[in-house]
Structure formats: C-alpha cells, structure tokens
Nanobody
C-alpha cells in the first residue's frame, strides 16, 4: 500500500507560480511511475503530466506544456509539480497518482494509488 498526500495548493494571481508536493508513505516511490491529474468544477478529471519511474523522462498535457514541470526526489519519496505562468483555467483540485510501472499513463484507470487532492485557485 502507498499513501499519497498532496500539499502546496492555494490562491494565486494569474501569472503567478505554485509548487505542489506529493509525499508518499508505506512504500518507496522509486518503484512507481507518478502522475498529476486535475479536476475543475463541473469537469472530468484530466491528466496534467507524469514522470517515469526513473525520473529521467516526463510527459505533459498540451495545455500545460512549457509552463508546468514535474520532478521527483526518490530519496525523499516525494514528487513535485512546479506550476508557472498560471491561468484562471488552471483552477482545479490537483491529485497525484502512482502506478507500479516504469512509464506514466494518461488514463486514470492505470493508477493504483491516489492522494486526496489539493485545491489550486488562480484569480484573474
């Protein structure tokens, strides 16, 4: 079992930055590919980006490419989402997720473990 806890959400003005963290306990994250998803009010949860188990490669949704960066520190059992140039449409609850494979997936069903989410609100 892996327990994931997100933190770092909050209220920020458009154009600003936030850094989300996802801390894991229970098992080492080094055996999991990790991803961030988000869900805006009235919308379905969507893939934001993912990082390979090795940490060497990442994938991003087109909507965040060039603005968001995912990284991981396996020694600290933590994954990060650095969000820059935030827009009002980035407002959502952000979730981290883990799957016991080398590569991340864009599909929610591919993930075994989820955090409880952290709210990000971008004011225009």
């Amino acid at each position: 079992q892996v327990q994931l806890v997100e933190s770092g959400g909050g209220l920020v003005q458009a154009g600003g930055s936030l850094r989300l963290s996802c801390a894991a306990s229970g098992r080492t994250l080094s055996t999991y590919a990790m991803a961030w998803f988000r869900q805006a009010p009235g919308k379905e949860r969507e893939f934001v980006g993912g990082v390979y188990r090795s940490g060497g490669n990442t994938r991003y949704a087109d909507s965040v490419k060039g603005r968001f960066t995912i990284s991981r520190d396996n020694a600290k059992n933590t994954v990060f989402l650095q969000m820059n140039s935030l827009k009002s449409e980035d407002t959502a609850v952000y979730y981290c997720a883990a799957r016991p494979y080398a590569l991340p997936s864009k599909e929610q069903m591919a993930y075994d473990y989820w955090g409880q989410g952290t709210q990000v609100t971008v004011s225009s």
